[in-house]
């Protein structure tokens, strides 16, 4: 079965109160598995979800079909694609701290993934435009690693930015 078939088969039983007794369900191995798959990204996709340097909108979900034709996913696997980093991008977008962090304490996800979809954020929130015409060679290994890098960079300028000035005080007195 496809990531979507058993994720809406475990939400369908949760609804109907049926998760608690289900077999599948009470085996962690199994709904974390469930998890992973559902929440998944395909290079590709997710290089061109997130390429364009825009904002993720309703009218940029009309264009998925157009992506799916790119690189040959299917449609429905670009949606969901394209639903999951919009729903993790608002659910993380205004809570403090390592985004990374509160991906995987809010939806369970593999500290890989987790990463994965920090990055991800990054680019949308930033608006970094990272097209395949612009970075035609860039694959997303190391797209992931350029963003991980430039986060932990803008990490280091922004502490030394707010203390700096503590320790120029402290050093005239």
Request: net charge positive.
């Amino acid at each position: 079965y496809s990531p979507d078939v058993l994720f809406k088969a475990v939400v369908s039983t949760q609804s109907t109160g049926a998760l608690a007794s289900s077999p599948v369900v009470n085996m962690p191995f199994i709904t974390d598995t469930l998890l992973q798959q559902y929440y998944s990204l395909d290079s590709e996709v997710a290089k061109e979800l997130v390429g364009r340097g825009q904002k993720m909108t309703a009218k940029f979900r009309k264009d998925l079909d157009v992506i799916s034709d790119k690189t040959g996913i299917p449609l429905r696997s670009c949606l969901r694609q394209y639903d999951n980093i919009r729903r993790i991008y608002k659910e993380i977008d205004e809570k403090e701290g390592r985004v990374a962090h509160n991906i995987q304490r809010y939806y369970a996800l593999s500290p890989a993934l987790c990463h994965q979809y920090a990055a991800l954020i990054y680019i949308i929130d930033n608006r970094i435009d990272v097209a395949p015409r612009k970075v035609p060679n860039l694959t997303y290994p190391a797209l992931i690693k350029c963003v991980t890098i430039l986060m932990s960079v803008c990490k280091i300028i922004i502490i030394l930015t707010f203390t700096l000035p503590y320790v120029r005080i402290s050093l005239q007195l």
